[in-house]
């Protein structure tokens, strides 16, 4: 497995593989008509504007791409926040290699990554109340639940969110 900074050319396989992660992980939990949807036009145009000029690698944030034999097979993807914390916004791993390690290396390097350029500081992520295996996931991975939230998504239907927290000591040591 090679893992390296993603750049403005990964926009169209990430988005493919994030579609495919969302309609994988979250059937049955968002509407079917909307993963059937535009789901890939969506996250091509949120990638595409991600990995614009300046942005991606800029400081304050980062894509991470794992790669076997020139295919991409997951990403992380981490954004500072103005309240001072480290999103970890994307985790995904090709549906078929879930539990095969992938998800686990790229927390390691996502979290090494914000504990070298952005040290003192918690990383956190929200994921979907009724995703039960990314929550136990983020259990096995230290996270700790923080808060619970209902998010209006940009389609127009509310689903509870959970926020998952590392301390920045957490962060720092996590393996």
């Given at each position: 497995?090679?893992?390296r900074?993603?750049?403005?050319?990964?926009?169209?396989?990430?988005?493919?593989?994030h579609?495919?992660?969302w309609?994988?992980?979250y059937?049955?939990i968002?509407?079917?008509?909307?993963?059937?949807?535009?789901?890939?036009?969506?996250?091509?145009?949120?990638?595409?504007?991600?990995?614009?000029p300046?942005?991606?690698?800029?400081?304050?944030?980062?894509?991470?791409?794992?790669?076997?034999?020139?295919a991409?097979?997951?990403?992380?993807?981490?954004?500072?926040?103005?309240?001072?914390?480290?999103?970890?916004?994307?985790?995904?791993?090709?549906?078929?290699?879930?539990?095969?390690?992938?998800?686990?290396?790229?927390?390691?390097?996502?979290?090494?990554?914000?504990?070298?350029?952005?040290?003192?500081?918690a990383?956190y992520?929200?994921v979907?109340?009724?995703?039960?295996?990314?929550?136990?996931?983020?259990?096995?991975?230290?996270?700790?639940?923080?808060?619970?939230?209902?998010?209006?998504?940009?389609?127009?239907?509310?689903?509870?969110?959970?926020?998952?927290?590392w301390?920045?000591?957490?962060?720092?040591?996590?393996n």
């Amino acid at each position: 497995m090679h893992f390296r900074t993603g750049t403005p050319d990964d926009a169209g396989v990430i988005a493919t593989l994030h579609t495919e992660s969302w309609r994988s992980a979250y059937a049955g939990i968002m509407p079917g008509s909307y993963l059937d949807g535009p789901l890939l036009e969506e996250r091509t145009a949120l990638w595409t504007d991600r990995l614009g000029p300046g942005r991606t690698g800029s400081g304050e944030d980062l894509l991470l791409v794992a790669e076997e034999d020139g295919a991409v097979q997951g990403f992380v993807y981490l954004a500072g926040q103005p309240d001072g914390r480290i999103l970890l916004d994307n985790l995904h791993v090709r549906p078929a290699l879930k539990r095969s390690g992938i998800g686990r290396r790229l927390m390691g390097r996502a979290f090494a990554w914000a504990a070298e350029c952005h040290p003192g500081r918690a990383v956190y992520l929200e994921v979907l109340k009724d995703n039960a295996p990314a929550i136990a996931f983020y259990e096995r991975c230290g996270g700790r639940p923080s808060r619970e939230f209902m998010e209006l998504l940009p389609a127009g239907f509310e689903l509870p969110v959970i926020e998952y927290v590392w301390t920045p000591l957490a962060v720092a040591s996590w393996n």
